[in-house]
């Protein structure tokens, strides 16, 4: 029942900008961290960013500074811009929740940082 839907990747030219988007159901989403993992080729999936419940916000030292989480309770989402884009950033970024010690994930939705 808990799905969450990602939005917004895309080709993107080094230093330009993305804002990746998720909406969340079958949660009572304000109660939840809520968080961005991302995925490359042959590597391990990372948490890039957390947002807790009261607003709080943590990062991965390789995306702070340029990436910048927040939610909006009212409408049940959570949202990463992404500025200064850098080929490294490429990646399947996927939005996650942890309830009751289970982990529920999106689809996923594919960054290309490019020139």
């Known amino acids: 029942q808990v799905q969450l839907v990602e939005s917004g990747g895309g080709l993107v030219q080094p230093g330009g900008s993305l804002r990746l988007s998720c909406a969340a159901s079958?949660?009572?989403?304000?109660?939840?961290?809520m968080d961005w993992y991302r995925q490359a080729p042959g590597k391990q999936r990372e948490l890039v960013a957390t947002?807790?419940?009261?607003?709080?916000?943590n990062y991965a030292d390789s995306v702070k500074g340029r990436f910048t989480i927040s939610r909006d309770n009212a409408e049940n989402t959570v949202s990463l811009q992404m500025n200064s884009l850098k080929p490294e950033d490429t990646a399947v970024y996927y939005c996650s929740v942890n309830r009751f010690l289970r982990r529920y994930w999106g689809q996923g939705t594919q960054v290309t940082v490019s020139s």
């Open positions: 079958g949660i009572i989403f304000s109660r939840y961290a």
């Open positions: 947002i807790t419940s009261d607003g709080s916000t």
